[in-house]
C-alpha cells in the first residue's frame, strides 16, 4: 500500500534550522516526484520544494530558495526537507505528497495532482 510518513516538525526560534522527513512505502520514491506544501491558517496551499525522479533535480519556491534544500536517500526510500534561516512566515502545516504524473513541472500550484499524502507536521517559527 502506498504510503507517505511526515516527521521532524517542532518549535524552532527564528533563524534556527529544522530537517523533515517523508518516509515512503509500498512505491520506490526515486521512480517519482515528490512534492513538500505547507498551509498557515487562512492562506492557500503552497508549493515549497520538489524532487524528481531519477536523477534528483530539485525546485524551488522563490520564498524557500537559498534557505531549504531538498534530497532524497534511496537507501531509506526517504525525502528530506532541510530547512535554514527559519522564518516567523516559514510557520505551517508541512506536507509530503507524490506527483500522480511523477513531475516536478508546475508543482507550485499542481496540489490537486497529488494521488498520495502524508498526515502533515507543523513547524512554528517563533520566539
Known amino acids: 500500500q502506498v504510503q507517505l510518513e511526515e516527521s521532524g516538525g517542532g518549535l524552532v526560534q527564528p533563524g534556527g534550522s529544522l530537517r523533515l522527513s517523508c518516509a515512503a512505502s509500498?512505491?520506490?520514491?526515486?521512480?517519482?516526484?515528490i512534492a513538500w506544501y505547507r498551509q498557515a491558517p487562512g492562506k492557500e496551499r503552497e508549493g515549497v520544494s520538489c524532487?524528481?525522479?531519477?536523477?534528483?533535480?530539485?525546485y524551488y519556491a522563490d520564498s524557500v530558495k537559498g534557505r531549504f534544500s531538498i534530497t532524497r536517500d534511496d537507501a531509506k526510500n526517504t525525502v528530506y526537507l532541510q530547512m535554514n534561516s527559519l522564518k516567523p512566515e516559514d510557520t505551517a502545516v508541512y506536507y509530503c505528497?507524490?506527483?500522480?504524473?511523477?513531475?516536478?513541472?508546475?508543482?507550485?500550484?499542481?496540489?490537486?495532482?497529488?494521488?498520495?499524502w502524508g498526515q502533515g507536521t507543523q513547524v512554528t517559527v517563533s520566539s
Open positions: 505528497a507524490r506527483d500522480s504524473i511523477s513531475a516536478c513541472e508546475e508543482f507550485e500550484g499542481a496540489w490537486w495532482r497529488a494521488d498520495y
Open positions: 524532487i524528481s525522479s531519477g536523477g534528483g533535480r530539485a
Open positions: 509500498g512505491f520506490t520514491a526515486s521512480n517519482a516526484a
